[in-house]
């Protein structure tokens, strides 16, 4: 028997575990495996295979047969009730999965299966700069970021030039340039509010074409993964089976089971990373089986915690030992604080009128973006930070439908261009993390799987609010200034979460007493411990942040490897 | 000689296909669909069967309550038709049905609930079929490119 166990063991030992296979996952696998490291990634979901689980990604509207409503039979048990689609179905999650204790109101969304949200991101890419990493210094909140832009420039690079992304140099200190694709472009609209902005606010304020994971243009790299063009047909989320956007089953996983490297272990469900006081380093990952509810252990001298912002700190929590009593790497008791995420409170829209001579054609994966401009080079408002805006402008068409009989036939067989342009902003605010917006796990309750609870205990502050506020205000400026009518600006009181950005609670920085993570990604107190997916997260920018989290993975990776090869892990 | 079993049922006894619908229901479905969007000789909500959309949307995709709902205002429909015309809603002519459903429409809140699902149900349905998206709103489902200034023809 024992030897049944040695060879059980053996079997169960890599290099290299992985704990989840979203973006960051999707990158440290890939990594890891190119540099010839047997690696285990893990998730908690259902396998997802690039094509060939995308069940709806080639349908047209009318081949669903409720064109798009889901039968009463098939969404019981879900989360989401009547507002799951059946295009999108297969990525909602059963209801019983992972009970959530919300002390205060906030939106969790997950993705649990095989690839995670890298299937329904966004795809925004925008780069940090300095003035990202300097924020907490400069403005005296949570702590100094130890790396600055330089130590991630060639990691955004590597990233971008792997991913395709579609841009634009704009030559922005706000907003570096990036290794781009070409752009799909901006409309007339978005042109001429991009003047408007030169006209009144100088160099202040800027239009640009949003940076997106999109393919424009393929190159050899995306062409070696398997990745074709990006045609423009608005439905990402449901999967793409040209491979057009980037996301983790298109690109990193099934590159890194070409190595022969990679085992991919999904219905994974972490409970906890497994520490010997002995050794005084983690050896490995405690998972149950989804399926079968068994307890196994897998075991290697490299973990990468990638299991989303809030389930990262939960499974550090959750590990606990004689040495850290607290949760792996906790000494200093912070780990969940400081939770943040992004201020998506504004919304607002205008009419345009005088451009009834032009319209658009075809498709496009992005839009416009109006880098942050407040309190950029020096604090000038009564709120900390500041926001990016999201700027979309469109021509849309309509028919009268009032009436019911055959004029209601010929309207809608016969829509009309709208006499006027449309344009829609969204903020995409900078929220200052506050130590007690926070996850903890509930001393009693337990999920299904036996695993403690999370409590989740977030709420906007009173900075949040001015900048939205301010958001508002200068929304209405700005069009005003650019002549557009009918301007409706609002500052929404929506769940916190609804921006699906969560970040922090692991924070990286360069003192142990006040930061759990090094420059590296390292646990301070655990350093074969990695975590590079959003719970790193010192400050949160104004970005969307999964371009981020995917350089600091990549960057993070090469650096255990290297450590490896000295035998320092 | 035909037993007399064979003769003892009526309309009501005759199950339907989903299991939801009688036959008198669903003609009423269609004949609704028929009345919003009637045919102009080349395309209508029949031709693009949107009664087969609605019924099935309505059998799977809403509870007991909501059939049961829906299938006492298809009566009050049809009580309505033969009220006012000694005839099925389903015979009336298409001014006869628009009126009709137009008349449901001002009664009362739930019968005004009942039309408004019908209509944009029906334009739904109508407006997610191949014909309509293909031949008269120039679907194309991989554009491939994207133009963001072109002229309007005059």
Redesign the interface.
């Known amino acids: 028997m024992a030897n049944v166990n040695i060879k059980s063991k053996k079997e169960r030992t890599y290099d290299a575990i992985v704990i989840g296979s979203g973006a960051s996952g999707g990158w440290a696998a890939k990594e890891l495996c190119d540099a010839g490291l047997k690696t285990l990634c893990l998730d908690r979901g259902r396998n997802v295979k690039h094509i060939e689980d995308y069940p709806t990604a080639?349908k047209?509207?009318?081949e669903f047969?409720?064109?798009g409503?889901?039968?009463?039979?098939k969404r019981s048990g879900l989360q989401g009730g009547r507002w799951l689609r059946a295009q999108t179905i297969h990525w909602a999650m059963a209801e019983d999965e992972q009970p959530v204790v919300y002390e205060k109101p906030f939106s969790w969304f997950r993705g649990y299966h095989v690839g995670g949200k890298s299937k329904l991101w966004a795809r925004q890419t925008q780069r940090w700069s300095d003035y990202d990493f300097e924020g907490p210094a400069r403005d005296g909140f949570a702590v100094d970021w130890p790396i600055r832009y330089d130590d991630l420039a060639p990691w955004y690079s590597h990233v971008e030039k792997f991913a395709g992304i579609s841009g634009e140099k704009d030559g922005l200190d706000v907003l570096p340039d990036g290794e781009f694709l070409p752009p799909?472009?901006?409309?007339?609209v978005?042109?001429h509010f991009k003047e408007s902005l030169k006209k009144h606010y100088g160099d202040d304020r800027h239009l640009i074409y949003a940076r997106v994971a999109n393919i424009s243009d393929p190159q050899p790299i995306h062409a070696e993964q398997g990745r074709g063009?990006c045609?423009?047909?608005n439905q990402c989320n449901r999967g793409c089976n040209l491979g057009g956007y980037f996301s983790s089953n298109a690109s990193t996983i099934p590159w890194a089971l070409r190595t022969g490297n990679l085992t991919m272990r999904p219905d994974a469900v972490v409970e906890s990373v497994i520490y010997d006081e002995e050794k005084g380093k983690a050896t490995g990952v405690r998972i149950i089986d989804r399926l079968t509810g068994e307890s196994i252990e897998y075991y290697a001298d490299i973990i990468f915690v990638n299991a989303s912002t809030i389930n990262s700190n939960a499974i550090l929590l959750n590990s606990t030992s004689n040495r850290f009593p607290n949760g792996l790497g906790n000494d200093n008791e912070l780990m969940g604080k400081y939770l943040t995420w992004h201020n998506y409170r504004g919304h607002a829209n205008a009419d345009v009128e005088g451009f009834?001579?032009?319209?658009?054609?075809?498709?496009?994966p992005t839009h416009g973006y109006i880098p942050r401009f407040r309190n950029v080079e020096k604090q000038e408002t009564d709120f900390l930070r500041g926001y990016a805006i999201g700027f979309a402008a469109g021509r849309g068409t309509h028919s009268d439908?009032s009436m019911?009989?055959?004029q209601?036939?010929?309207n809608?067989?016969?829509?009309k261009?709208s006499d006027n342009w449309y344009v829609a902003t969204w903020m995409m605010g900078e929220c200052v993390p506050y130590e007690d917006n926070h996850i903890r796990l509930h001393g009693d309750l337990k999920d299904k799987y036996g695993i403690p609870q999370i409590v989740l205990s977030c709420e906007w502050k009173e900075n949040d609010i001015k900048q939205a506020d301010d958001y508002v205000e200068q929304c209405t400026e700005m069009f005003e200034k650019a002549g557009y009518v009918n301007i409706r600006a609002t500052n929404r009181d929506t769940n916190p979460g609804s921006d699906i950005h969560e970040m922090g609670g692991i924070r990286m920085g360069k003192d142990p007493k006040t930061s759990l993570l090094n420059k590296w990604n390292q646990l301070h107190e655990c350093k074969n411990v990695f975590v590079t997916d959003g719970a790193c997260m010192t400050s949160g920018g104004s970005q969307n942040p999964t371009l981020h989290f995917m350089a600091l993975t990549a960057r993070a990776a090469q650096h255990a490897v290297d450590e490896k090869k000295k035998g320092n892990l | 000689m035909t037993p007399t079993w064979a003769f003892n049922w009526s309309e009501k006894d005759i199950p339907t296909q989903n299991g939801v619908f009688n036959e008198m229901e669903l003609a009423l479905i269609s004949s609704i669909a028929d009345?919003?969007?009637?045919?102009?000789g080349e395309?209508?909500a029949l031709s693009v069967k949107v009664d087969t959309?609605l019924v099935?949307?309505i059998s799977?995709?809403?509870?007991e309550d909501f059939q049961s709902d829906l299938k006492k205002h298809l009566g009050t429909l049809n009580q309505l038709a033969e009220k006012t015309h000694a005839m099925s809603f389903n015979k009336c002519s298409?001014a006869e049905r628009?009126k009709l459903?137009?008349t449901m429409h001002s009664t009362n809140e739930n019968q005004e609930a009942f039309f408004e699902f019908m209509?944009s149900q029906t334009?739904?349905?109508?407006?997610?079929?191949?014909e309509?998206?293909v031949d008269?709103?120039d679907?194309v489902?991989?554009?491939?490119?994207?133009?963001?200034?072109?002229?309007?023809e005059a």
């Open positions: 080639s047209a509207p009318w047969e409720f064109r409503s889901v039968p009463l039979e799909f472009g901006l409309n007339v978005e042109k063009k045609m423009a047909q009834g001579h032009k319209k658009t054609a075809g498709d496009r439908k019911i009989g055959g209601l036939r010929d809608i067989l016969n829509p261009l | 009345t919003i969007i009637p045919s102009n395309i209508g959309f099935g949307l799977e995709c809403y509870d298409q628009e459903l137009l209509k334009i739904r349905g109508f407006e997610t079929s191949e309509v998206m008269y709103h679907y489902m991989m554009p491939g490119f994207y133009d963001g200034d072109v002229d309007v």
